[in-house]
């Protein structure tokens, strides 16, 4: 059973970095994207950042490029989002997800088509 746990997210001033971990396991996950998404009070839950876990091909959305990291360890079966010169805008919960590599990036961009999601962990940020 494929299991994604979140955790690094807290609250932190405006300017701040936080670090989130999205441990995976329950299967092999070589040939998989992993992704961050977020979603904010009233709002859509919307695409943060992809990485290829065979490739290391990764994509952010626009509003996080230069900000955030998003990188995996595969030793630990980890991926990590850095995020750093945080903004109060970026106050959601953020929530890890998995969906098998088919071949074409955009389709990652969309929440909808992931079967795994982790349970999702709080990042406040204040101003």
């Known amino acids: 059973q494929v299991q994604l746990v979140e955790s690094g997210g807290g609250l932190v001033q405006a300017g701040g970095s936080l670090r989130l971990s999205c441990a995976a396991s329950?299967?092999?996950?070589?040939?998989?994207?992993m992704a961050w998404f977020r979603q904010a009070p009233g709002k859509e839950r919307e695409f943060v950042a992809t990485?290829?876990?065979?490739?290391?091909?990764?994509d952010y959305a626009d509003s996080v490029k230069g900000r955030f990291t998003i990188s995996r360890d595969n030793a630990k079966n980890t991926v990590y989002l850095q995020m750093n010169s945080l903004k109060p805008e970026d106050t959601a919960v953020y929530s890890c997800a998995a969906e098998a590599w088919r071949g074409w990036r955009t389709y990652y961009y969309t929440w909808e088509n992931y079967d795994y999601w982790g349970q999702g962990t709080q990042v406040t940020v204040s101003s």
């Open positions: 990485i290829n876990w065979s490739t290391g091909s990764i």
């Open positions: 329950g299967r092999t996950f070589s040939n998989y994207v």
